[in-house]
């Protein structure tokens, strides 16, 4: 067994415990980027990210945590999830490169895109 995955999932079970639903959706995140380059995809973290993200913003407006929840949406496949919280969050982002990252998000969706993909293709 991944060692480094299993050290991850239980940093992510402590911050569940402490209530840190921020910090344990972004543990869960890297165990499920953890998981993708160990091919073997475990969308059960992307899952509890989304989950842990979507508790954090019930009571925090944070516009980077809401576009990360975006990306996981997508790549979890719940397009229309997705697409809902892209659009109803382009109001309130003003920073230019965010509101790239947004947009890029929405052409994913558009096409059903799945896949991991980098912030740095938004440039491209």
């Keep these: 067994h991944d060692s480094v995955l299993l050290k991850i999932v239980l940093s992510a079970k402590i911050f569940e415990e402490l209530l ?5 959706a972004n543990t869960y995140l890297l165990g499920y980027w953890h998981s993708i ?4 995809r475990n969308v059960e973290y ?5 989950q842990y993200y979507s508790l954090y913003l019930e009571r925090n407006a944070d516009i980077d945590t809401a576009i990360a ?4 949406l997508r ?21 230019l490169q965010l509101k790239k990252i ?16 980098l912030v740095s293709e938004v440039q491209s």
Aim: include cysteine; aromatic fraction near 8%; glycine fraction near 2%.
């Design 20 to 24: 840190d639903f921020k910090a344990a």
């Design 75 to 95: 790549q979890a496949g719940n397009f229309d999830e997705a697409k809902e919280t892209a659009e109803s969050l382009i109001p309130y982002v003003n920073d």
């Design 37 to 40: 380059e160990s091919n073997a």
């Design 69 to 72: 929840l975006i990306d996981c």
């Design 102 to 117: 947004v947009s890029y998000e929405l052409q994913l969706i558009q096409t059903r895109d799945d896949m991991p993909r």
């Design 46 to 50: 992307l899952s509890k990210a989304i």
